[in-house]
């Protein structure tokens, strides 16, 4: 009704901060006033600028309301549901029997902020025998997650409330966030004088702007500067020894390694005073409590894997673990990082079919995707179902990645709108938005509370969309994954309540090989009928409960559900569908990272000799682009005030900035004889660009950014097709990428610019 408030979450970025929203316009379909919801147990009330446009998602352009099938001639025909999954199942059957099902690959799952598709999906794929995914995570985090799982065989995050100090490598959290009311905590840090914030990154950020030291790096050397923190730290000796006497195994082939490190030459390759980088090493080494947080900036450039870890040296030397403001392993309902358990019992990472790389938590690297399909291997990727993602758009090289798609027998895509990957499948399936059911996240990495937050569904989805989980129910319905034999004890018990529905599901279902992988959706067709209306799509929820139970029973007690792990279970259930705002599942204390510290001995494992092997390098290696043709480094997918991911396809979203300018150094163009608002040619190995500048002092000479999320294809108001901005792949080449995990330098592209007369 509108007028009143209702709860739900932003879905821009992994914060998902708590929102209330007021609906109305035309068939009570818009949002119509945002504002952040204070009873989040994260966000508290908070949430910036991005939120309040949330309507151009919602009633976004080129909404797709039936099934759609490629003709003959290129173009789509609308069918019905019936006829789509059957024709999709049979299809996929058909390449399952001839090549395996580990021909058919599944990209995506979700984006920042619908992750139950995920889960549902997992059904399908095993139904069919998929064994082959990946997901932007691939692009991204997969360094670090292989640093951290041959670490301690988890993933860290770092407490920014109560650290003394705050330290961001290559992140800008006023506009990239990744820790709650980023702004708030930020704005908290820099004015407490007994606190210090250091940031790490070659812009002059907001971020940057309210640090206590900024060393302002070159582009691309921050594996020098980080090597050279490690080396102050270690030559001046401010590692913490008793911590690494009691918890760290191999520390002395890194100390070795750092205390061997040319400080003042590195300095100088990273371009920051050397005086600044001894500052700030020893404000690391001599404070209480470090927390860290690395993202874009150094994972997505040059020696990624190798500046992951570095920044972990940093903590870990220093002993910054399971303590106050230092680092912590959240318990969580899902883990995104998958298992990362074997890496740290030494383990190897698996490696793909044709292009034989590394599969870091269970996901294909994006770079190697086209070399996995452009292939006449027998194993090759022969079918793919894309899912609330656009790898046409997304991933590096779009021109070979559409030249992949376009390549496969098969191409299904799951999506609300008609993405660049859409426009290119065989059958485009339509699905809920966000708001059109019950959705969750899984980045839920807070600590020492933790949250969990099923949004209820504000809209009715239009005839034709389905909720996700109904497609893929549908999807193993068809491929024949289970009968209605099977389900008939579950629907009898379910319609007796939870207490019967219990033993029967583990029984029946849990206990069964054939019927096991297809939980998630058996949950939804049984159990989810019988959830309040509209929550039919968090059935998959009830058995993550469980889950989380059987492993983290204290900490679900810490947080008030008593009783035995199957009650506890039950309780948190009840509690995630009773709390419109989300619900605090978890309460831990600092010390708990020990337990959960997946190595053998329980101690970190700090020697990496390929890592070290690869530091030993840096002293004979080149900074900068190293091609006399492209002497800039572009930054390909900047955070700004109006960018998101591509989940935003009306160029209108954008208040400013429409077509999401190149930001250039003021000397850099001055040299050009430029000015913001004029348009330069910006060309790179891969392509060229017309795009026009905006003149700041963020960037120092030498260094370029395009924003994300531009350039994207829409259907504009009077039907023709508008691009607004440019889109960053169409620079970027397959071949730049890390050597370890395959993730792309999408922050280091070489670049050549030319003013426009
Ligand atoms: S911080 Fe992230 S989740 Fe929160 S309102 Fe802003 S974009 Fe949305």
Known sequence: MSGSWKKTA????????????????????????IRGDKAHPASKGYACEKPHRLDYYQNGPDRITSPLRRTSDGTFEEIDWGTAIREV?????????????????????????????????????????????????????????????????QVTRGDFEHCEVGLFIGKNPWQSHGIPRARVTLREMAKDPKRALVVID???????????????????????????????????????????????DGAEDPIAALRGIPVAEYCQTAGVPEELVREAARRIGKAESVAVFEDLGIQMNRFSTLNSYLNKL????????????????????????????????????????????????GLTPCNSIPAEILSDHSKR????????????????????????????????????????????ADYVLPAATQYEKAEATFFNFEFPHNYFHVRQPLFEAPEGPLPEAEIHARLCEALGAYTDEDLAPLHAAAAQGRPAFIPVFFAKVLSNPKLAPMAPVILYRTLGPHLPPGMQSAAVVWGLAHQFAAKFSESLRRAGFEGPSMVQAEKLFDAILDSPSGV??????????????????????????????????????QPGTGQSEFPFVLSAGERRSFTANTIFRAPEWRKKDPEGSLRISPDDASELGVQSGDYVRLSTRRGSVEVPVEVSAMM?????????????????????????????????????????????????VPARIEAIA
């Open 10 to 33: 932003c879905i821009l970025c992994e914060c998902n901060c708590g929102l209330e929203v007021q609906l109305g316009g035309e068939g009570n379909r818009h949002f119509t006033r």
């Open 89 to 153: 199942a049979e299809r996929l059957s058909a390449i399952k029997d001839e090549h395996g099902g580990s021909t058919i690959f599944y990209y995506g799952g979700g984006g920042q902020g619908n992750h139950l598709p995920a889960a549902y999906s997992a059904a399908t794929r095993r139904a069919l025998g998929s064994r082959y995914r990946s997901s932007a995570l691939a692009q991204e985090k997969t360094g670090e997650f292989w640093v951290s799982g041959r670490l301690m065989g």
């Open 202 to 248: 070659p812009r002059k950020t907001e971020t940057a702007e309210l640090a206590d030291i900024h060393l302002q790096v070159k582009p691309g050397t921050d594996a020098w500067l980080l090597a050279a923190l490690g080396g102050v730290l270690v030559q001046e000796d401010l590692v913490d020894h008793a911590f690494i006497e009691e918890h760290v």
């Open 314 to 361: 940093l903590w870990v030397l220093t002993g910054n673990f399971a303590k106050k403001g230092g680092q912590y392993v959240p318990s969580v309902l899902v883990s995104v990082a998958g298992n990362l358990e074997k890496l740290g019992a030494g383990g190897e990472a698996k490696r793909s079919p044709v292009a034989n790389e590394p599969i870091i938590s």
């Open 381 to 424: 990727y022969r079918a793919m179902i894309v899912e609330s993602g656009n790898p046409a758009h997304s991933l590096a090289d779009s021109a070979r990645m559409r030249e992949a798609l376009e390549a496969l027998d098969t191409l299904v895509v799951i999506d609300i709108a008609m993405t660049e990957t859409a426009r290119l």
């Open 584 to 621: 605090v599942f978890s309460v831990d204390d600092y010390d708990e990272g020990w337990k959960r510290v997946m190595t053998p001995n329980g101690r970190f494992q700090a020697s990496n000799p390929e890592l070290l092997q690869e530091l030993a390098t840096l002293v004979d290696a």
């Open 700 to 748: 120092q000479p030498g260094h370029v950014s395009l924003p994300n999320g531009l350039g994207v294809d829409a259907t504009g108001p009077e039907g023709r097709s508008v691009r607004a901005g440019v889109a960053p792949n169409e620079l970027t080449s397959l071949e730049d990428r890390d050597s370890f995990a395959g993730t792309p330098w999408h922050k280091h």
